[in-house]
């Protein structure tokens, strides 16, 4: 067999729905690594464009998104490495080009936090709030005002922090503040693009490992739960991002409560898997931006869980789940399938 059909076999088997887009991404990267390909990924003024390398160095798919995880996604589908119907099903909620377009305006270069962490700040500011919950394999995203009145939503194929940018986006007020405000600042994609740094991905050693390349060297590497913190902190080791960011992220990492490159499984997927429980037993999650993005778990208006993020509520709501009363999202459903006497 081919590498495309041994990465399809083997992900067909350890593919699961509840795991969302991120962890089936993850799982992905994980079965072609460990049969020698690889994804590279580059930022771009709309967004990210990644390829998928088989393990003789040949690009087997290509994808653009408004992120490293997304665009991966999208090139591993073009690549067929993702059985039916999830590559189906994921191809039609995957960010399109015009939203593509529309979401970078606002900062771009496959920055995504921090127009979103504004966003947050913004509406909450502004006695708003914002709700996130699984839909499909996807995400929604919901912002509401003082008053409890929708101002947008919006689906997203990967995390929160996506679905966000994708909801801010269709309002063009608020839209229109957060490019104002982030039209001179500092954005790490702009100036990898500027210098045609590349990022090279794998998963090995039960995570996800990234290496920041420039003209055939590299400048910098690191691993993470995922590939967002992967590529941050490979980032970091780069030289790239300000003093007070990296601290705060260093500082995240050292607090995280579950290292979840202890279980082979993505951050995302865990996220995902938490969100998907918190939806059939009718608990709601609230985002909301301090220095850290952080999740609210809420049964009805009571808050029974809070944690924090750095790049992506979906850790943010793992870590919420950890310092709640677990009891409210792991309480069994009746047992079926017993003999009975």
């Not at 309002?171 to 990022?199: F, P, Q, S, V």
């Not at 939806?279 to 049964?299: Q, R, S, W």
Request: charged share 25%; with cysteine.
């Amino acid at each position: 067999m081919d590498l495309v059909s041994e990465v399809l076999s083997s992900v067909r088997r350890n593919l699961h729905p509840e795991d969302g887009a991120c962890g089936i991404c993850h799982i992905t990267l994980r079965e072609l690594s460990l049969f020698g390909g690889k994804a590279i990924s580059y930022e771009l003024p709309d967004g990210v464009a990644s390829k998928i390398l088989d393990d003789q160095g040949k690009i087997i798919g290509e994808g653009i998104d408004i992120v490293w995880a997304p665009s991966i996604l999208k090139a591993q589908i073009e690549a067929g490495l993702i059985p039916e119907p999830f590559a189906r099903n994921l191809s039609k909620i995957l960010i399109k080009r015009k939203e593509r377009k529309l979401i970078s305006s606002m900062f771009g270069y496959g920055r995504c936090v921090t127009p979103a962490g504004l966003a947050m700040s913004i509406i909450w500011q502004d006695g708003g709030s914002i709700e996130v919950q699984r839909e499909g394999l996807a995400i929604l995203a919901t912002l509401y005002d003082s008053d409890g009145s929708l101002i947008s939503e919006a689906a997203a194929t990967f995390c929160p922090v996506c679905a966000i940018n994708l909801s801010v986006s269709r309002n063009d007020e608020l839209k229109e503040k957060i490019t104002e405000a982030l039209k001179d600042a500092n954005n790490t994609g702009r100036l990898k693009y500027d210098r045609n740094i590349e990022n090279i991905v794998q998963w090995k050693k039960r995570r996800v490992f990234t290496h920041i390349q420039e003209n055939d060297k590299i400048i910098g590497t690191n691993w993470g739960c995922c590939i967002a913190y992967a590529t941050v902190r490979a980032e970091i080791a780069a030289g790239f991002g300000s003093r007070k960011w990296n601290h705060l992220f260093k500082n995240y990492c050292d607090m995280c409560p579950l290292k979840h490159c202890w279980m082979d499984k993505s951050m995302g997927a865990v996220g995902n898997i938490i969100l998907h429980r918190m939806k059939h037993v009718g608990l709601k999650e609230k985002v909301k931006m301090n220095d850290y993005i952080t999740a609210l778990i809420c049964d009805n208006n009571r808050q029974v869980g809070r944690g924090i993020g750095s790049l992506c509520s979906l850790s943010a709501t793992v870590n919420a789940f950890l310092r709640a009363d677990a009891v409210k999202i792991l309480k069994p459903s009746p047992a079926e399938g017993f003999p009975y006497k």
